[in-house]
């Protein structure tokens, strides 16, 4: 599975975003899917989880109520949609697949990551 994201970019505080994660491979409505970021002198931290089926979503506190994950199974795609940004959600955003169907909050259970893309919010 190979996992490209997109729709990263410069905004300001308040604005809104929305993520793609495009990926290749037939097996991509069995993964579970997540979106992980990554400050620069911060530990990588979890954003967003999604099941196989899209029946479950999982949010990290820090994005609570204001991210949106989504998929569309027919499309390969898992989206991030982001809104209420705030300049603390700053970092490298890494969509990544999970062969267990779940879409886990552990990093370590990931199989495949994407190259990540840089999203800015500015003050």
């Known amino acids: 599975v190979q996992l490209v994201e997109s729709g990263g970019g410069l905004v300001q505080a308040g604005g809104s975003l929305r993520l793609s994660c495009a990926a290749s491979g037939r097996t991509f409505s069995s993964y579970g899917m997540g979106w992980f970021r990554q400050a620069p002198g911060k530990e990588r931290e979890f954003v967003a989880g999604?099941?196989?089926?899209?029946?479950?979503?999982y949010y990290g506190d820090s994005v609570k109520g204001r991210f949106t994950i989504s998929r569309d199974n027919a499309k390969n795609t898992v989206y991030l949609q982001m809104n209420s940004l705030k300049p603390e959600d700053t970092a490298v955003y890494y969509c990544a697949a999970d062969s267990s169907g779940y879409g886990s909050s552990v990093g370590g259970r990931y199989d495949y990551w994407g190259q990540g893309t840089q999203v800015t919010v500015s003050s």
């Open positions: 999604i099941s196989w089926s899209g029946r479950t979503t």
